[in-house]
């Protein structure tokens, strides 16, 4: 991502979640997308993002309860939701350890371009590219081997009409509300 940056962007660095080389308060704001679930010290990356920012610490990450009846979990990848339950980070834990935010709902467009978990919600052939499963941490980490029969149901399903029978009312829809949250800690 890094290298995809274009030439005269502000500087990058690299570096931990839970210590971030910055000095106190040098941000106005500080941001986590979906990655607090991969941090191995939660309460450390938090403290960072405090830490380092001024006025505002956001964060975006999901709630599981709703992102687990998300068809292709639901249906396809029990799995997968099996995976994500092991590895979500549940939001009120969040709220409490940024000392309170609030909780803006993020509706996921059905044109998403970001490849995240429930990017393709409504182009569900996506998820049978493996380069686009490669890009979904949920996906990726759980391994093909694990995916290969959810991903031949669904393949069938595609082929065969089921799927879109099945979810004709997503097929019109703008937006879907998958589980994604913004979380909006204002210090």
């Not at 403290?47 to 006025?55: A, D, N, P, V």
């Not at 399903?157 to 019109?172: E, F, K, P, T």
């Amino acid at each position: 991502m890094i290298a995809q940056r274009p030439a005269g962007s502000a500087r990058a660095l690299q570096a931990s979640a839970e210590s971030i080389p910055i000095a106190d308060d040098s941000a106005d704001a500080a941001m986590a997308l979906l990655t607090v679930h991969h941090w191995t010290n939660l309460e450390a990356g938090i403290g960072e993002l405090l830490r380092i920012s001024r006025q505002r610490v956001v964060i975006f990450t999901w709630d599981q309860a709703v992102f687990r009846r998300f068809w292709l979990l639901a249906e396809y990848l029990p799995e997968v939701a099996e995976f994500v339950d092991a590895h979500a980070v549940p939001i009120d834990r969040l709220i409490a350890l940024l000392g309170g935010a609030r909780i803006e709902t993020v509706p996921i467009p059905y044109d998403c371009t970001d490849g995240f978990g429930a990017a393709f919600w409504r182009r569900p052939e996506a998820y049978l590219d493996p380069e686009v499963r490669a890009g979904i941490s949920m996906l990726a980490q759980t391994g093909e081997e694990v995916l290969r029969p959810g991903l031949a149901r669904l393949s069938s399903d595609l082929s065969s009409g089921v799927w879109h029978d099945r979810h004709a009312d997503l097929l019109d829809r703008e937006t879907l509300d998958v589980g994604y949250r913004l979380l909006v800690a204002d210090l």
